[in-house]
């Protein structure tokens, strides 16, 4: 049973950071794509971060570009982890951020390519 659960999440002020992690377990995830959504109150589920296969052992890094520049994602293989440190964080940065998984093949933007959800964290930026 695949099982990511994120954590990290809280209240910062406009110009914090917050680091968020995300366990992954359930099934080897070497191979899967996964990365980061969010979604702000009356708003849709959108697309913040990804790391994706390219096959073999090459990567590829992919952000919105609401967030180039202030956050950065990354992965450790060996702890099936999942982390996005988040700089800079403004108030429309708040929402509710969750983890996600999938081995369906690139671009791993759209919610239709992720077969696995986290529960979500809640990133309040205050101004």
């Known amino acids: 049973q695949v099982q990511l659960v994120e954590s990290g999440g809280g209240l910062v002020q406009t110009g914090g950071s917050l680091r968020l992690s995300c366990a992954a377990s359930g099934r080897s995830f070497s191979k899967a794509n996964m990365g980061w959504f969010r979604q702000a109150p009356g708003k849709e589920r959108a697309f913040v971060a990804a790391v994706t296969w390219n096959g073999g052992i090459t990567y590829s890094i992919s952000y919105a570009d609401f967030v180039k520049g202030r956050f950065t994602i990354s992965r450790d293989y060996a702890r099936n982890t999942m982390y996005l440190q988040m700089n800079s964080l403004k108030p429309e940065d708040t929402a509710v951020y969750y983890c996600?998984?999938?081995?369906?093949?690139?671009?791993?933007?759209?919610?239709?390519?992720?077969?696995?959800w986290g529960q979500g964290t809640q990133v309040t930026v205050s101004s």
């Open positions: 996600a998984a999938g081995y369906l093949g690139r671009p791993f933007d759209r919610l239709s390519t992720v077969e696995y």
